[in-house]
Every structure is written in structure tokens, then in C-alpha cells.
């Protein structure tokens, strides 16, 4: 037993619980726990503004799998805290936010700084605690990291009290099994009923027309091994979320790249005849599924989440396995395992007619040498990065670009807001991965639009000397709201023109950042190479591309894949493409 | 291009039934967990009809019946979605299995003449109701029993002036002694 205050516990916990990292903004509140984290062995990442310092933790959380960490000031610093915890729990990554409160006497008061933050983060996070008792310290934060990496995993804030920061008291940081019993109704399922797996498998034998629907929670399992070896073994076709992609590799020969939205012909053609679909650790989000009833219609349907609350929530499922997607698919290949079947005979019709979809509409755009196309900034920045970067991208146009043009290969890639789509993830996201990962090349793929969001923290890159790379796709719009106006608004352009800009390459430089910009496609190659040759400070590099560009294929929300808008053709335009079964 | 589509396929959707169920959610009894209940409800847009909560025989342990109306897919969400809070012991939907429901009102009726003072009065005994308090011109009855009588019996004071209604909102527990019988269906 130690005698400690309250701020010198908190380190202690976080140093038992393995933290390298610490991404915030000091404050009144919190003050305490910074004048403790000054003798503390973490690195300590001042963020220009709280949404990046969540953003980041959420980008190192995303990039490493470990549990990010932030912390904020009470009142405002808190608040602005809300949007990188929605965005971390609609994608379900792991953090802990540690934010300071008014001294408990003043809680209630209308105090200076002072807000509700429990009650206004409840809805968006996993679980969130007001420290009350300083005796409570230390088992609320391990449980806080437990929460945040076990299950389904998710935001945890814990919001301290600054007077128990200041109060000293003795302690013991609880054991593992303390942690656990003290959380009675916790208890994720993890393994998966055998009845179930045994049906899924008769399932699979029994398909003519299967695909395997990839989403995040393969990644977040670490289940792609297991993933491949199901594919490779039953020979099934593999679509991925935006959320899965990186699950399975890109190049491979099953590999049939999005589904949904903004998904591949082939993918959607895959999906909407399939007779067995298959999904693993994804949720059948309304971008995936389009019309819900005319989702897959004919397809029996396999579910394997660790989230029974996404299983028969959005559709009717057939086998419903509750359980870690690593354990249930290596159960289910055992189980496949035990009696010998043709697989490649079984598949070779259905392979074949999805080689055909391939070739009639394969991902392509239009070609241009006199404009940059954004699409072929992608490509370059596949191609120079070997496709082996990590990408973060914003929301927008520019993200699906992103996600369709790069192809993935490993998992914890490619790190963008699938869910919540936060506009201004991807810079403050790309330097918590470069954090994370240092020995690999972190390049943030960002809007205009969206970068400008969070372009405050430049200065925090800058600082710490983190060697990102930003890919602004420029074009002077909200691009992806100037899309649907097109498409759906008979193109009245309502406050998406963003003309008035910054100069980017003069603000990076303002900055003490390298700022380039690429204006012709002969010279987007070049920039690039030079931006990769810089390696101690972060680069903007300014890509102005074809203003009007649209993201396709594109099934407009709410319809049904029948109604997919394909990539224009000679006519130039988008046409509607009636997919018959 | 446009191929004219001659069916279009559905995927089959299983009948909607919406009833009422009686929802009984043993929570950890810690500061603000009916919020979060609530806000489960709120944000997701499910009705609640009523909703009781109480401490139980171990202090630590909250007990809450929750009635709501729903299909049995947004039921089946409800259900999951309460087991996910951290701070859910156990949920059980009791609707369909042997139940005591009870409700407790206490009703503030004008009494007017003799003649209506004498009918409330017979209501009153009909519903095993209690007199607890009595003014000069109102009763203030008490009763308890299911849904259906308290809405009966409000229906039936009506025509004398309600002054002032309180209602507790329904409480449920299962019929241990219907237990054996119906093991398998508690799950």
C-alpha cells in the first residue's frame, strides 16, 4: 500500500496497464493529473485542439490495436472530446478518455468550466464513470481498459473530480480477477455455439452461389489468417466494408473488393445472387445494404458477431453465431475439415460467372493528361508506396477514392470514420498511426473540405517531428455533397463551393511543414516522390483535381443494387444499370 | 440500356406482430444507471409504457419492469441492447410466462351528494379498493391490481370529477409457482 494523490495514482494505473502514449490538452481541471505526467515515462502529445487529440488516439488505437489514450481539460476541453468518442464508438475502437471535473463540492453549481460530461457522452461511449470516491480510482480505470479492448470494443471516458486528483490516499492497483468479478453483468461471448457453427457448415457445403461479407470486426479479432484460410478452403468470394478492407488482401484472386455504395460491380452482382451470404464481424450497415429488402434477396444468411445486438438487428438472420469471429472461423474450418468435399467443383460455375462480372465492369475512371484525376492521384500514391502505406482518409469523395483505388493487403491499413463519418479524422488519425507505427509510411488521404477541419494540428506534427504525409485531393468543393446535387438535386449547388481557400503549400510552410502542390498530372508523380524523401517533418502536398469528378459506381441511398449507377461509359455519364439475377 | 424488370425479388420478411411485453431488468444498483436505461429508450427510439424501478432485498441491486410495445424484432433489440449495458445483471421478457402484474393508483375523486359518495363507495368495494384520505367534497382512494382493473376502475370514476391521479406504472414477477412447468421457456 502507497500513500499518493489522486494524479500520481492515475499514472500508476495507466503505466500497470502498459500506456506508451498519452494524446491531450491540459486545462483547470486536469491540471493535477499534467503536473504528475511530467515525471511520467509516457510520450506526452500536446494536441492544438481536443477532437484531434481523440482522433489521434483513436488513429493509434486503430494502427496498433492497443488501447489509445486521451485526456481533456473539464467543460469545453470535454465537449470537444464528443465527436472523436462517437466516432471511435461507431467503429468500435478502444480508448480511454480521462478527463478532469470541477472539484466535487462545485459539481451541480454551474461552476466555471464545468459540464454534465458523464451525461453528455453516455450515448457514445461503451461506458463512461464520474469518480466520486478516490478509493474507487484505480479499479475504475483498469475497468475502463478493460471495457474499452474486451468484446465488442469501444470508447470508455472516466471524468475525475479535480479536488480527488489533489487528495491523497493509499492504494492497490486491483488484479485481473478483481477487475473481472467487480464487472458482474459483463460478460462477452467469445466462443461461439458448436450447434450453430455445425449448421453453418452444412450451410456452406450446401451453397451454389456463397460470398463471404468482411467487416471490421475480422480486424479488430485479428482473425485475417483464419479468414484466408476459410476462403482458399471453400474457394468463396470475399467482399469487404469499408470498415473490412485490409482483412483480406486486395490482389487475391477471391478478392472482390466493397460491397454497398460505392462498391464494385462485381461485388454487388456477387452479393445480390448469392444464395449463401456469409457475413463475418460486419453489421449490415444502411451504405452496405441499400434496400434492405432487396438485399441479397435470395440469400440464407450467416452471421458471426461478438455483438449479439447486431445480429437479426437490421435483417433476419438465418444461423446466428454470437462469439470472436478468430475462434468461431477457425471452429467452423475444423468442422469443414472433417469430411472431404469438391470444393473447386462445386464453385467453378459461380467463379466463373463472377470472373465474367469482373471483366464487363471492372473499377475503372476516365483517363485524362490534362486534368489531375483524383482516382490516379490514389493510384500514384499506390504505386509509389508500393501498396504497402497505411492510409487514413477524411469523409467525402475523397475516402471513397481512397478506398476503391488502393488496394489493401494487411490488416489495420486503411483507417477511416466508416461509421459516424467524421469529416477531419484523417490527418489528426494519420499522425496517432505514424505514433503507433513509425517504421511504416502513414499517408492521410484528405479533402479540402475535411482537412481544413483539423489543420490546426499541423503545428502538433510539426512539433514532435511526425513524419506524415497529406494528400489534400482539392477540389474546391464539399465534393460528395456536390455529387448528390448533381445527381439528385438537379445539380443547385447550395454552399459547397469552398473556392476560398488557404494556400495550402504556403500555409504547410507557415507551419514549419513542407507544403507541395501538384497541378497537371505529369507532375503528381514527381511531387510525390519528393514528398517521400522527406522524412523528418510532415509534408501538405496540394493536389488540384478535377473539380466535378464523381465517385462511381454508386447505388443512391436507400435503393436497391439493382438500381446501381455504373462508371460512365463513352457517353460520359452515368447510367443506370439494372442488374437481373 | 434500362432492361425492363419483370419481378423484382424480396427477401422474405417475417410477419410484424406488435404486442405489449413486460421487460424485468436486474441492473448493478450504481449512480445513474436508470439513466442510461432511459437514454437506451429515448435514443432509440423505443416506447416505454411504463416503467418502475425499485431496489431489491440485496441493496445493491435494482430490479425494473419495464412495459413496452413493440414487434418482435424491435422487442428482441430492446432485450439485447439492455443486456449490453455493462451495469445488467439479467433482462427477462416474463410476458409469456406466468406472471403477477400489479399496478398501484391513488385517485383524488370528487365526492358531490350522498347519492354519488354511496356509488363510489360500492365501487370502491367491487374493486377492493381503500378510502385513505377524505375532504369534505373528495375521497382519495387507493387500489392495486392489474392494467386492465386500474383502467377499468379509472373509466368508472370519471363520470364523478377525477381531481388528482397518481400511478406507479406497472410491477411484474413470475409465478414461482408455475416455475417447473415453464423452465425451459425462462430461458
Known amino acids: 500500500m502507497a500513500v499518493k494523490r489522486g494524479a500520481d495514482i492515475i499514472v500508476d494505473v495507466l503505466l500497470a496497464e502498459g500506456v506508451d502514449t498519452i494524446f491531450g490538452l491540459p486545462g483547470g481541471a486536469i491540471m493535477e493529473v499534467y503536473d504528475a505526467l511530467f515525471d511520467a515515462p509516457f510520450r506526452n502529445i500536446l494536441t492544438r485542439h481536443e477532437q484531434a487529440a481523440a482522433h489521434m488516439a483513436d488513429g493509434y488505437a486503430r494502427a496498433s490495436g492497443k488501447v489509445g489514450v486521451v485526456m481533456a481539460t473539464s467543460g469545453p476541453g470535454a465537449t470537444n472530446l464528443v465527436t472523436g468518442l462517437a466516432t471511435a464508438f461507431m467503429d468500435s475502437v478502444p480508448l480511454v478518455a480521462i478527463t478532469g471535473q470541477v472539484p466535487r463540492h462545485y459539481i451541480g453549481t454551474d461552476a466555471f468550466q464545468e459540464a454534465d460530461v458523464v451525461g453528455i457522452t453516455r450515448p457514445i461511449t461503451k461506458h463512461n464513470f464520474l469518480v466520486t470516491d478516490i478509493k474507487d480510482l484505480p479499479l475504475i480505470i483498469r475497468q475502463a481498459f478493460y471495457i474499452a479492448r474486451t468484446g465488442r470494443p469501444g470508447p470508455v471516458l472516466i471524468d475525475v473530480p479535480k479536488d480527488i486528483t489533489q487528495q491523497k490516499s493509499d492504494y492497490r492497483i486491483p488484479t485481473d480477477d478483481e477487475v473481472e468479478k467487480s464487472l458482474p453483468g459483463y460478460k462477452p461471448h467469445v466462443e461461439g455455439n458448436y450447434v450453430q457453427i455445425k449448421k453453418a457448415a452444412e450451410f456452406i457445403r450446401k451453397a451454389k452461389r456463397p460470398v463471404l461479407y468482411v467487416g471490421g470486426g475480422v480486424i479488430i479479432s485479428g482473425a485475417s489468417e483464419e479468414l484466408k484460410e476459410l476462403a482458399e478452403l471453400t474457394k468463396i468470394p470475399v467482399t469487404t466494408t469499408n470498415m473490412g478492407k485490409g482483412a483480406f488482401p486486395e490482389t487475391h484472386p477471391l478478392a472482390l473488393h466493397m460491397l454497398g455504395m460505392h462498391g464494385t460491380y462485381y461485388a454487388n452482382m456477387a452479393v445480390y445472387n448469392a444464395d449463401l451470404l456469409i457475413a463475418v464481424g460486419a453489421r449490415f450497415d444502411d451504405r452496405v445494404t441499400g434496400k434492405i429488402q432487396e438485399f441479397a434477396p435470395e440469400a440464407k444468411i450467416i452471421h458471426i458477431d461478438i455483438d449479439p445486438a447486431s445480429i437479426s438487428k437490421n435483417i433476419t438472420v438465418d444461423v446466428p453465431i454470437v462469439g470472436d469471429v478468430k475462434n468461431v472461423l477457425k471452429k467452423l474450418i475444423k468442422e469443414l475439415k472433417k469430411k472431404p468435399f469438391e470444393w473447386e467443383k462445386a464453385r467453378e460455375a459461380w467463379l466463373k460467372q463472377i470472373e465474367k462480372w469482373k471483366n464487363e465492369h471492372p473499377l475503372t475512371y476516365e483517363k485524362s493528361d490534362k486534368v489531375i484525376k483524383p482516382q490516379y492521384v490514389i493510384e500514384e500514391v499506390y504505386n509509389i508506396t508500393k501498396g504497402d502505406a497505411i492510409i487514413t482518409a477524411g469523409v467525402g469523395q475523397h475516402q471513397m477514392w481512397a478506398a476503391m483505388f488502393y488496394k489493401y493487403s494487411f490488416p489495420r491499413q486503411f483507417l477511416n470514420s466508416g461509421g459516424l463519418g467524421t469529416m477531419g479524422y484523417g490527418f489528426p488519425a494519420a499522425v496517432g498511426a505514424k505514433i503507433a507505427r513509425p517504421e511504416k509510411e502513414v499517408i492521410a488521404i484528405e479533402g479540402d473540405g475535411s482537412f481544413i477541419m483539423n489543420i490546426q494540428d499541423i503545428a502538433t506534427a510539426v512539433q514532435y517531428r511526425i513524419p506524415v504525409k497529406v494528400v489534400i485531393i482539392n477540389n474546391e468543393f464539399l465534393g460528395m455533397v456536390r455529387q448528390w446535387q448533381e445527381f439528385f438535386y438537379d445539380s443547385r449547388y447550395a454552399s459547397v463551393c469552398l473556392s476560398v481557400q488557404p494556400d495550402f503549400v504556403k500555409l504547410a510552410e507557415s507551419f514549419g511543414a513542407v507544403g507541395l502542390r501538384a497541378k497537371k498530372p505529369k507532375e503528381v508523380r514527381p511531387v510525390l516522390e519528393e514528398a517521400m524523401s522527406i522524412n523528418d517533418r510532415p509534408v501538405i502536398i496540394d493536389m488540384v483535381v478535377d473539380r466535378e469528378e464523381n465517385v462511381l459506381p454508386m447505388v443512391p441511398a436507400g435503393k436497391s443494387y439493382r438500381e446501381m449507377l455504373l462508371s460512365p461509359g463513352e457517353k460520359g455519364k452515368a447510367e443506370t444499370m439494372y442488374l437481373v439475377g | ?187
Do not use: C
Request: aromatic share 4%; charged share 30%.
Open chain 2, 1 to 187: 440500356m434500362e432492361q425492363e424488370i419483370k419481378t423484382v425479388k424480396l427477401r422474405p420478411e417475417p410477419p410484424k406482430r406488435i404486442g405489449r411485453h413486460i421487460i424485468v431488468v436486474r441492473v448493478q444498483h450504481n449512480f445513474g444507471v436508470l439513466t442510461r436505461i432511459t437514454n437506451l429508450f429515448a435514443s432509440r427510439g423505443y416506447n416505454i409504457e411504463s416503467l418502475t424501478v425499485g431496489v431489491t432485498h440485496e441493496p445493491n441491486i435494482a430490479r425494473i419492469t419495464i412495459v413496452v410495445k413493440g414487434d418482435e424484432r424491435v422487442i428482441e433489440q430492446i432485450i439485447k441492447q439492455l443486456r449490453k449495458l455493462i451495469e445488467t445483471l439479467r433482462v427477462r421478457d416474463i410476458t409469456t410466462i406466468p406472471h403477477i402484474e400489479r399496478e398501484l393508483v391513488l385517485i383524488k375523486v370528487h365526492t358531490g351528494d350522498e347519492k354519488a359518495r354511496d356509488e363510489i363507495m360500492r365501487l370502491v368495494n367491487i374493486f377492493r379498493a381503500k378510502i385513505v384520505d377524505v375532504s369534505i367534497d373528495t375521497y382519495t382512494i387507493e387500489v392495486t391490481g392489474d392494467t386492465n382493473k386500474i383502467e377499468a376502475f379509472i373509466d368508472l370514476l370519471r363520470p364523478f370529477g377525477i381531481k388528482d391521479l397518481a400511478r406507479t406504472g406497472t410491477l411484474a414477477i413470475s409465478r414461482e409457482s408455475a416455475k417447473y412447468k415453464y423452465a425451459k421457456q425462462i430461458e
